[in-house]
Every structure is written in structure tokens, then in C-alpha cells.
């Protein structure tokens, strides 16, 4: 009897620790091995009893819905376990202006993870329009964009509401080596119209390797206009531009935050934003922003902790160039690099406050109560994540799974006829820039932080087992 006390206390000790910590548990993890999804099994859709995806093949039935023309408007879907994609391609859930996003989706804390993207627009969702989603995060994936847009989360949005989503610093979103079109990428989205996007992180890395014409890098989105706002959103991670723009008279503009604000000549806003990873770029780059792009847009108590670096006087603590009069205010940079200046560039004819873009040390910026607010923001809206381990891919079964229920009423078109953007926020401004910037810059190591997790079943193994090893001790001092 003697020799079942710690087995029986090792059972007690490991199932009191998961029923005191439910997070602590192992995630619940469904690996997707190449079935195609037929439908999802639980739930009818409505808010009330929204689809619940229980298993990958049904999420792998979501984006094939919608490239048969569901759009899932008045449709309610929830995440019910994390999604390891098995190193896989990812079809983007709204393949194209003809096939969008247009329901509701909560990630509910859960993780899609181990996959890779390649086409024109990029994202676990790639059109989204009149959508919301919400609490999911992204990680050990890669987003490659060989035209225009990408982001983990949305490569283009319209009349759309997402936030508390993240994606982890295994996430890279990137462009082919020869691009056919200017880009507009950043590490959560792309695109931004007539949105409204809160409560976000990013800890991976933005790399453009190929510009053409005049694009917009940013860590959190690449660009934000048509009447768009993203508040209280941090980006960790790292931004990177490698070469110039191909096109005479064009650049490229990299951000902590954003590329630019402003687009098809509508404003864009960023407001108690932070950003605390590298930029770097060969032209134009901001701690916070990258340019200015339609005047009358804002940038509101945003902070920039991060090292900026471009070629010499293209770099600024907070704003690469303000190319048109805006509304800024209460924003902070910390100089770093060669980003010795709050702004690298004002054009002529072009007022900013004297108040409005102030440098500080990191210590002086992180006590401000907007850094602070902004922070506690976030911490308090993001799910904790579980922590994920991707598998290596599956072989591929050709069979379709069965499910019990699937949703009723699709729609045949989608609601929204758009049409196709037409290089949207590429038309060339009216360029102030009189030469070139020149010469190379040097690249920044991005940041090794994580998302938030929680502490693995692992960790509580080892601790019961370092209690049994003391318990085993005593026992034998005892018989001593």
C-alpha cells in the first residue's frame, strides 16, 4: 500500500492543478489531414447556437463555401478547438471581391496554426466585407503575396469589425521576390476600408523583398483609409523593407504601426497605438507610421519604443513623411538608428504642430498615461492563448468526412458586388520629393517575444514530480 502513496498522489496533485487551472490543461488541438469538409456538424449558425468548428475539415468547408459564393452573412461561427493545419497551403476564407467574408466569426481564443498562403490577397481571410472577428490568433504561418495585399488575419476589409486577435512571432507576411504590383501589406491586414479594427498584436515579421510603384509596409496593417480607425493595438514584431520601389518617383514606406493612412482620397486614423518592434527600410520609415497619404487624416497618443532605421534623413521616431496636412497629437518616439528626428520628412506648404510629434527615452515614454492606458487595454481584451506545437503533414486522405449538420440558406452571390479594387491606394500622390533616397541600410533581428500562453502540461508534470522526489525523500528519512 505503502508503494501506491505517490502514484496515487501524482494522480491527485496533476488533477488538482488542471481542475484549479483549466487554462494549464494540454490544448485541444484538431490536425487537418488533407479530408475535404462536407459541412460542420454543431450548431445551426444563429447567435444563439452558432456553428461550433470542431474538427479542421469543417474549416476547410468554410473556405470552400465561400468560394462557391456563401458569404455566411447573418451567420455566427465559433472556433471549438485550435486548428494545426499540418504545414499545408491555406485557401483564404473569402477568396476574391466575387466571393467574400460577410459573417461572424470568434475565434474564441483559439489558434490556427502551421500553414502557408500564396496568391494576389493573403490572410486567414483574404476578402472580408461587412464582417466581425474576433478573438483569434495566428501563428507558425507564413502569408506571401505576389501583387498586392496581405495580412494573418485580413488581406482586405471593407465595412468590417475585428479585435483582440494577435498572431505569434512564428508568423511571417511577405512578398514573392518579383512583384507585379505595388504592395499594401502588414502583419495582421492589408488593406483597411471603412473599418474599424481594435485590441491587437503582432510578434512576427513583415519582409518586402520586391516594391513596385509607391507601397505601404506596416506592422499591424499596411494601410488604413476610406474613413478606417485601429486603436489600442501593439505591434512587437518586425518590419522590413529590403529594396527600393522599381518605378522612378515611387517609394515604399514602412511603419511600426502602419504604412500610411489615407486612401482612394478618403482619411484614415490610428489612435493610442504602440510600437515596440524594428523598422527598417531602404526609404521612407516611421516608428509609428509611414506617411501621411490623404490629408485630414490622424494619428492620436501613439508611441513608438522601437529601433527605426533607413537611409539617411528617411528615417523618423514616429512618421516617415507627412506628405499632407493631418491631425496629430500627444505622439511620442524614442530616437534610435538613424531615426534621429520625430519626422523624416514634412513637405513644403505642409503645418505640424510643434507639439504634436515629441521624442522622449524609452523610460519617460512608457510612463505616460497613454502608453500605460493603451497597454492595460490590451492585456485585458486579448484571450491567453494556448501554447501550440505543429505537426508535420499528414498523407492526405481523399475520402470527404461525414457531419450531421450543415448550414441552411447559403447564399449563391455574396451581398456585397464591389467590384475589384483598382489600385486603390497606389494612384500617385502628387510627389514632393525632389531626389532619391540612396544607398543600403542595414536589417534589425526581430524581437524574440511570444504571445501571451500559459504554462503547458509539461511544467505541471515536472512539479509533481520535484513533490514526489521530496515526498520520496522524507519517506526515506523516515525508514532512516
Known sequence: MKRLIPAILLAVILSTCLYTFPGMAVAEVSAWDGTP???????????????????????DYIAMACMSGETFAGKYIKLGVNIDWGGREWTSIGYSTSAVFSGYFDGNGKTIFNLTCSDVTVGIFGYATNATIKNLNIDYATFTTNTRYAGAIVGLMRGSVVSNCSAGENTKITTTDSMENTAQIGGLFGLVNSSYIDNCTFYGEVVATSITGTSFVGGIAGVIGNVSEVSYCINYGSVLVTSPSTQEGKYAFAGGIAGCIGSSSAVGSIKNCINKGTVTAIEYAGGVLGRVHVAGSSMTDCYNVGDVSANQGFAGAIVGEVAYNCEISGCYGLPSGSALDACASIVDGVTVASDALKLGTTAEIEALEGYKNTEKSVSENIPVFDVVVPTEPAETTTEAEETTTAPQDETTAPKDETPAPQDETTTSPTETTTASPGGTSGTSEPKQEGCK???????????AFVTLVVIRKKKDNQVL
Open 453 to 463: 500562453s500559459v504554462l503547458g502540461g509539461s511544467a505541471l508534470v515536472a512539479a
Open 37 to 59: 469538409g462536407t459541412g460542420i456538424a454543431q450548431g445551426s449558425g444563429t447567435e444563439a447556437d452558432p456553428y461550433v468548428i470542431t474538427k479542421a475539415a469543417e474549416l
